[in-house]
T-cell receptor
Framework: DTGVSQDPRHKITKRGQNVTFRCDPISEHNRLYWYRQTLGQGPEFLTYFQNEAQLEKSRLLSDRFSAERPKGSFSTLEIQRTEQGDSAMYLC????????????FGEGSWLTVV | QKEVEQNSGPLSVPEGAIASLNCTYSDRGSQSFFWYRQYSGKSPELIMFIYSNGDKEDGRFTAQLNKASQYVSLLIRDSQPSDSATYLCAGDTGNQFYFGTGTSLTVIP
């Protein structure tokens, strides 16, 4: 257990529905990342926060995806109008930043769109 | 586009042997590199990080970095069946970590 918590761990939803995932990072970490991973692939970067500021967002991310970190603590990732191609594991990671930045992943949230 | 290339494998080694995993990266500006282990259905787990050219040892694991060749490797000595997993190589741009597709390792008892 790295100390990064994700909820829910599993979500099955019908196509077209909205889903939201929550991530609670390690408490002293000011950086938070979201990744998506499908079978046989490495984690794909989605977005990055430093405190409450969203500093980078993947150009691959469609407008149906939005992420927030309102108080610089927990973060949410919302997917609107889900599609079957959104089925994946959504990974949250956090880090303390600095010169020797290292990220630690949560256990992931599995999304299945039917 | 920052990229990491890994041989997807599968790589099979007998128990007790040395497993050698390699990756190359495209971004010369990346300073830090990481190896994560991922068991099937689980999230990636940090094994090693390396920032300087040369070798870094931690128990049975040795990471090697050659910035001139843009090459990172991981050696696992005395491989155990519990080492069977996918190993992900990653680089850090400062704003994001970018990952390879992973190398699947099987250690045969």
């Amino acid at each position: 257990d790295t100390g990064v918590s994700q909820d829910p761990r599993h979500k099955i939803t019908k196509r077209g529905q909205n889903v939201t995932f929550r991530c609670d990072p390690i408490s002293e970490h000011n950086r938070l990342y979201w990744y998506r991973q499908t079978l046989g692939q490495g984690p794909e970067f989605l977005t990055y926060f430093q405190n409450e500021a969203q500093l980078e967002k993947s150009r691959l991310l469609s407008d149906r995806f939005s992420a927030e970190r309102p108080k610089g603590s927990f973060s949410t990732l919302e997917i609107q109008r889900t599609e079957q191609g959104d089925s994946a594991m959504y990974l949250c990671a956090s880090s303390a930043g600095g010169r020797r930045n290292t990220i630690y992943f949560g256990e992931g949230s599995w999304l299945t769109v039917v | 586009q920052k990229e990491v290339e890994q041989n997807s494998g599968p790589l099979s080694v007998p128990e007790g042997a040395i497993a050698s995993l390699n990756c190359t990266y495209s971004d010369r500006g990346s300073q830090s590199f990481f190896w994560y282990r991922q068991y099937s259905g689980k999230s990636p787990e940090l094994i090693m990080f390396i920032y300087s050219n040369g070798d870094k040892e931690d128990g049975r694991f040795t990471a090697q970095l050659n910035k001139a060749s843009q090459y990172v490797s991981l050696l696992i000595r005395d491989s155990q069946p519990s080492d069977s997993a996918t190993y992900l190589c990653a680089g850090d741009t400062g704003n994001q970590f970018y990952f390879g597709t992973g190398t699947s390792l099987t250690v045969i008892p």
